[in-house]
């Protein structure tokens, strides 16, 4: 759920009993890693608990890369999320 379980609220969850908190969904997209919101997002080494993150796309390379990447920075679950659509065009 981007632009809400960011990590404030999973932090928060975490210490009121959570047993698992999921990352925002991340895009697999390079050409968006970039920007400081997503290599902010990316980071999940510091995070208490189990940490994992979705990354949502459609191209199977980007989103071997995207996972690659995330668990490198800390991410123990890799949830994948291809529902989303192929651009047109």
Known sequence: MA??????????????GAG????EMLSSNPEVWASDKSRLRMVHSDEPGIRAVQVAGYDPDDMAAAARINAASGAQIIDINMG???PKK
């Open 20 to 23: 698992m908190t999921v990352s």
């Open 84 to 86: 989303v659509a192929r």
């Open 3 to 16: 632009g809400i379980t960011d990590r404030p609220f999973r932090t928060l969850c975490f210490e009121n």
